[in-house]
């Protein structure tokens, strides 16, 4: 079995490198990760400047390759270019860092395990607590043992894509609780620090609270504050179906012959092309200064 194996904190990170040694017990292993940390940027994807791929070493090992580019993109170069068959699986991590509940739409962690998914290829996303001395090692362990059992009953369950997070109480234990969870939907993770730089610029800076403590039974969140690896099934077609079903048909049209939109002198949009107009040459003055 050929696994493609990848992350979003780069190459050179040692969860990456603890999942690989636990991981070529399992199959060969192809490793295509980015050549520099990549977190929180989701699903993105390269397509306005080349991917730079460098083949990396352990000694005088080849380790894997590196690319200046995204998760996603690795999954991509991976799959279509630099494993040497079609992957049988796609690993992603082990991340340093939960990603569990909203946390799951930032991820670049669980993003690579969706590009992989994209493919039909049977895909894991693998997420640490975070913590200065992690046990990646332990993790690694533990998740192999995970994706072993995910491996002979994915197709009974019907999905292709998993999200395993590793609490550090988990990590820990020599037989930790595993739950298969729901993904938790509350909202966390919106506050800002206002400061201002040197120059007097004001600026923010994401303070990156943890999430709530969660009561709703069967959810990632509460899992993982309970100490138990969550293991959840993930899809990615966003479609609201029920919403869908109770639109129907015909329920927006156009009309024929629509009134057109004129603006007036008031409105927002000529206020902004009146703003953008007299901000021009204050710009042209300041870039003559060397500003």
């Not at 860092?97 to 993003?111: E, F, H, K, Q, R």
């Amino acid at each position: 079995m050929l696994i493609l194996l990848t992350n979003d904190d780069g190459i050179y990170a040692p969860g990456l490198a603890a999942m690989k040694d636990a991981l070529d017990g399992l199959g060969e292993v192809c490793v295509v990760a980015p050549a520099t940390e990549q977190s929180g940027v989701g699903h993105a994807i390269t397509y306005l400047r080349p991917l730079i791929v460098k083949e990396v070493y352990q000694g005088d090992r080849p380790f894997g390759y590196a690319v200046e580019g995204s998760p996603a993109d690795c999954v991509k170069l991976g799959v279509n270019e630099l494993c040497p068959q079609p992957p049988d699986m796609v690993v992603s991590g082990i991340n340093g860092g939960l990603n569990a509940g909203i946390n799951v739409l930032y991820s670049g962690t669980v993003a690579a395990a969706v590009e992989g998914a994209f493919f039909g290829i049977l895909s894991v996303a693998v997420s640490l607590e975070f913590d200065e001395n992690p046990p990646f090692h332990r993790a690694a362990s533990h998740a192999v043992q995970v994706i072993r059992q995910i491996l002979a009953n994915w197709r009974k369950v019907g999905a292709r894509l998993f999200n395993v997070n590793i609490p550090l109480e988990a990590a820990q234990h020599d037989s930790p609780e595993v739950c298969p969870v729901a993904m938790d939907v509350g909202r966390y993770g919106g506050d800002y620090e206002k400061r201002t730089d040197p120059w007097g610029r004001t600026y923010y800076w994401a303070t990156g609270e943890p999430p709530p403590r969660r009561d709703a039974p069967g959810t990632d969140l509460l899992a993982l504050a309970q100490g138990k690896i969550a293991v959840t099934p993930l899809h990615y077609d966003l479609t609201a179906r029920d919403a869908l079903e109770r639109m129907g048909q015909g329920t927006i049209a156009l009309e024929s012959n629509p009134q057109p939109f004129e603006p007036s002198a008031s409105s927002g949009h000529q206020a902004l092309i009146l703003r953008s107009a007299r901000r021009k040459p204050r710009a042209a003055s300041a870039k003559r200064d060397g500003v």
